[in-house]
């Protein structure tokens, strides 16, 4: 294996960039996490008011 020298180094371009992929998991992740606290929020709100389904 060739070793690099100092400008090679420098030459090197990371793999590091935005795709559709990584931005469509990032919009999942923040979705799943607006609906939970949807869910939440409006479960806390029918105990409080006591307006629960009776099976």
Request: charged share 25%; hydrophobic share 40%.
């Amino acid at each position: 294996m060739k070793e690099l020298n100092k400008n090679e180094m420098l030459k090197i371009n990371a793999g590091a960039s935005v795709t559709g992929t990584l931005v469509n998991s990032i919009f999942k992740g923040v979705t799943i996490f607006t609906d939970l606290g949807r869910y939440l929020g409006s479960s806390i709100r029918r105990i409080i008011d006591k307006n629960l389904c009776r099976y």
